[in-house]
């Protein structure tokens, strides 16, 4: 990135980034495991190597005994129960998020991208009452393309010239080399990476070099 170039956009991973949903996560599986008399237990430790996945992938890591077609079928009913979790536990919101997208907002347009089910950051937004901050949000489960093409959706759609990516995956890092646009790296989130244009310790870290610039 051209660091003296301010962005007009900042787009946001969400799992690892803005929260921690993966109790919600986990429990959505156990609660379908539950009702259909499986015997088998999911415990949130073990979602996190996973997280941040495509679907098929991240699939065929978490239901490894069923068919492929099978997995898609469980999924789908895996999703509502996760839904029903968020909408009543949520998550860990991390700390300076919601007061920080509110002040990033005005200087801003924001976005989410995610490689998560249809319906996830509806849900996550409406819990962390910050839909009023966001421009706009895509979701893997919308379309299952990957990540740097919803990126280059929205950037179109909304005529963005400037935007950056943050995310705490080397994987958000990809993609955002696919697209040629800075990516900016937390090191608080899920994973890792030792290549980025920046990187933010905190989320007010984060709000803070952005509200300044």
């Known amino acids: 990135m051209n660091k003296l170039m301010k962005p007009d956009s900042i787009f946001f991973d969400m799992d690892g980034t803005l929260w921690n949903g993966v ?7 156990n609660d379908f495991f539950e009702s259909n008399d499986i015997p088998r237990r999911v415990k949130k430790n073990d979602l996190y190597l996973y997280m941040g996945m495509e679907e098929e992938q991240y699939l065929e890591m978490t239901l490894p005994e069923f068919s492929p077609n099978d997995r898609k079928t469980i999924y789908k009913e895996i999703i509502l129960f996760q839904y029903k979790q968020i909408d009543l536990n949520g998550g ?19 976005f989410i991208v995610s490689n998560c089910p249809e319906f996830t950051i509806q849900h996550f937004m409406t819990w962390a009452k910050i839909k009023d901050t966001i421009t706009d949000s895509m979701a893997h489960g919308m379309n299952y393309k990957p990540k740097h093409e919803n990126i280059k959706y929205l950037i179109d759609k909304h005529h963005l010239e400037s935007p950056i990516y943050i995310g705490d995956t080397d994987s958000d890092r990809k993609q955002c080399d696919l697209l040629k646009i800075p990516f900016g790296f937390v090191s608080y989130g899920f994973g890792d990476s030792n290549n980025y244009c920046l990187k933010f310790d905190t989320f007010n870290q984060l709000e803070n070099y952005f509200y300044g610039l």
Do not use: H, P, R, T
């Open 92 to 110: 860990d919101l991390y700390e300076g998020v919601k007061d920080g997208l509110v002040k990033l907002a005005e200087k801003y347009k924001l």
């Open 23 to 29: 109790n919600s996560y986990a429990q959505g599986f």
